[in-house]
């Protein structure tokens, strides 16, 4: 046992020195090239029918298209779902006879409608549910009908047997009556009203059944209920309604504009009204104004603000409704639009006010919405894509967080960034990248001797395109590398301007739809790899 | 440290010679039992010098001049290879009433670690200097083949007293699991580096996790001795002996298949951030997307096994030479066969030394040496397969060879 245990001693010691003796990991240099960036930029993207379109020259033009609100009317024109409740006796004990109609009760019904007064509506769906009880001890026979409602010019009429009941346990009987695609003429049965539903319902005793007695204390009962009523089309009066709001959106690219001019040309906004409502209205914009980052605010100044406008009517019907254009066209010579655009921050804010029937019922209850009728407020930007930058700033900030990759960044010797660009775009771009730490704190710039040049000064390509190319290099020793470990934002910063190549002065210069900047980032690094 | 783990190791043992390395010796004593124990540590390859090899396997950093010397060594296939292992034998001969009292048992434990690679010369540029190197050009490494497995082992097994020759079964804890090929690989770049294209047609697999058993085996250890007619009327011994032998079920490997083409030129700015973003957080997301097939299972397969036929020397020989040579091979695709022929001198009753000459496996032609002593009921070994190796930083691997018994 004692040489045993010697055995397994030196053995063990001498596997362990073995494998003990590997205190560093084997480790080498490498150096690799990494694509990082391969990509081409153009506004073709952007060229669609809300957007940017190419004028006959070859020329990107501004169509912008945006709604500030929309209104649909349809959802404000409602029928609750409602019940009827009916109850019929005879006045003195009588003996029925079989097939003795002892109910003929044709009712109108008034829907309580806020501020609507419709005198003929379409249903895209509903029901009518009849529950009639029967305390006889013989079977009823129970007509429905619907005199002022129809489906394709038919009154809509039903029936239904309900069995012999007790007075103590009525037979209930229930009919449900499909209206949808029906129109409903609500005017009453004096033709003469508003809001009205119609109807006639009528009770037999069974003609082949049995006589029965009845009495006053025999009551038979008949609950109508109108539930999940849809509305396709409906004609009255509106009623008097405001719809006053405030449209507020954030154009998140414009926050990085953080400093230069921008000058635009031959801008042309349109504010169109587009009522599909047959009933007039009046549309006012309040206030149309931006905010920028640092509060300044920018409002549009122009005799057509808070100033109300009328809007009229739709015209045609169902196929053939075609919307009133009410239009507020903001220009050079009637606004301050140019410079409200050129100082564009990135907080919008309209303030409008639109009014149906603004003068009440004039229209004798001629008021009619369609499926399709809404009122909407839309925004067209139409300027040709003239621009002229000085020293336009866009600052972007990515977050990040190089401390994830501590490692991996110990063991990057050096590193080279490589960067060609090929330009066509009449603008020019002086850009730097920054390394922020967590306090934002610079810990690494990059800037570039030279800027990327506006393709005006460079040469044509195979497609004729003036282009300028350039290279950049950015070299990060391992000092600076290291310093990448406490990065935790990207900051990268462009500063264009549109150089006329004849004065080197900012000018306004159209943007070509062969304009492009391609971009090739490639890495050079130089790797410790460590097994 | 290596060399002073050799110069320890020389001064502690010596022997007969690891069980299944050179050379064997027949011993026909009659003895009650024996303890044996032995350890090899080797590697080498046709084409990585010690200078870089060595820095893989005991650390440090491999500077320039060691990449460039072995990159020269290169041809367009290589191999490498590592073995590192430790076994421990309790043989026991004084059992009367075992089989007719003609066996006697061992029990064995060991562990053992074997890895293989064969690949090209590109592979070992892209590993070793980057894709710079191939910028303008294309690096091919198809064919490249990699497997490792590490293992312990339990046996028992019947050994004849007369011939010392055995046959036993063992029980195997796979601890390490991992192979893979690529049939078709490459990789190319246009002059500037800005466009790669990587063909990738293969598959790699491993055992995943940190616990220790990942998976179990069952295989056979063999080793048949018998003489026969020598020269001048003597008689010789031979053997045949295999280890290892057997099947291994490795359990939740993990494994990933591709048959692809893919080119590169960089990101798009809208890849950098955002919503579109690259997200390499989500592995599953980012595989699928390259058309890697992952997947979880249970593999059987082979064990790492060795088989090694020849002539082996005889302790009791009254020649103060003796020869040996033979056949080895391992059951992996990297490992060619090896033949070995050497001769041994006793240059004292407790001394002996061995030398020869090897060519196969997973390089080329080396020297092995070996000194072998003999004291009282002890007997220790110490040895190399590869004399270069130990020696100079040219060399081309470094093997190690010990043991140590104890008769009674």
Known sequence: MKHTLILFLVFGALSLSSTSCRKNKASWDADYLVPLVDDSLSLKNWVNDSTISVNSAGYYHLNLKREVFKFDLNSEIQIPDTTIHSAFSTPVSINVPPGFQFVNDAQEKKFSLSNLELNTVYFSKGEIEVDVYNPYGTNIICHISLPKTKRNGIVIVDSMVVGPGTLANPTKGTKTIDISQAVMDMTGLANNSFNKLTYQITINTDPNGVSVSSTPIYVTEVDTKLQNLGIDYAKGYFGQRTIAGTAETSIEDLKKWVGGTLDLQNANVDIVMSNSIKAMGRIKIIEFKTTKQDGTVTSLISNQINVPQNVNPATGSWSTLSPSLTHFIFNNSNSNIETFLENAGPDIKVVYEFEINPLGNITGASNEIFPQSIAKLDVFWDMPLSIGLGDFTLRDTIETDFSKNTDQLSRAKSAKITIDTENSFPISCDFMLVVLDENGSVILTKVNDKEIQSGLYGSPNSFGSLTSKEKFIWDLNSSEIDKLKNGKKIMIQGVFNTPDPSTGLSTSVLISEKSFVATKVLLHLTYENKI | ?408
């Open chain 2, 1 to 408: 440290m290596k060399f002073l783990i050799f110069i320890v190791t020389l001064f502690f043992l010596s022997g007969s010679f690891a069980q299944h390395t050179l050379p064997v010796s027949m011993d026909t004593s009659q003895i009650n039992g024996e303890i044996t124990g032995f350890g090899v540590l080797d590697y080498c390859g046709t084409s990585i010098q010690n200078s870089l090899s060595g820095k893989l396997v005991y650390g440090g950093f491999i500077d320039a001049d060691a990449k460039e010397e072995s990159m020269n060594k290169h041809r367009t296939h290589n191999k490498y290879g590592l073995e590192f292992t430790n076994e421990i034998d309790y043989r026991n001969y004084s059992v009367s009433n075992l089989l007719n009292g003609k066996y006697g048992y061992y029990i064995r434990g060991g562990a053992s670690v074997f890895a293989s690679t064969s690949y090209s010369q590109d592979l070992f540029g892209l590993i070793f200097y980057g894709n710079q190197r191939y910028k303008g050009d294309t690096a091919n490494f198809s064919g490249t083949e990699f497997n490792m497995v590490g293992f312990q082992k339990l046996g028992f097994g019947l050994i004849t007293k007369s011939m010392k020759s055995s046959l036993g079964i063992n029980y195997y804890n796979i601890s390490q699991f991992a192979d893979g090929f690529i049939r078709d690989g490459s990789l190319s770049s246009d002059s500037t580096g800005n466009n790669q294209e990587l063909t990738l047609d293969g598959r790699f697999q491993y055992a995943e996790g940190a616990k220790f058993n990942k998976g179990w085996g069952v295989g056979f250890d063999g080793d048949f001795r018998f003489q026969a007619a020598w020269t001048k009327g003597r008689v010789a011994f031979f053997q045949a002996q295999f280890k290892n032998i057997g099947l291994m079920n490795v359990n939740s490997v993990t494994e990933y298949k591709v048959d692809s083409t893919y080119q590169y030129s960089g990101l798009k700015f809208n890849q950098l951030a955002g919503d579109n973003g690259v997200n390499l957080d989500n592995q599953e997301a980012a595989l699928d997307s390259l058309g890697i097939n992952k997947q979880n299972r249970n593999i059987t397969t082979f064990l790492p096994g060795f088989v090694q036929i020849g002539k082996i020397v005889d302790e009791h020989s009254t020649q103060n030479i003796q020869s040996y040579f033979g056949v080895r091979l391992y059951t992996t695709l990297a490992y060619n066969p090896l033949v070995y022929a050497g001769f041994q001198l006793k240059a004292y009753d407790w001394m002996k030394i061995g030398i020869h000459g090897i060519y196969g496996g997973f390089s080329q032609f080396r020297l092995g040496f070996y000194t072998h002593y003999s004291y009282k009921k002890w007997q220790l070994g110490i040895g190399s397969e590869n004399i270069i190796g130990a020696l100079s930083n040219k060399g081309k691997g470094e093997s190690l060879h010990l043991r140590i018994a104890l008769q009674w």
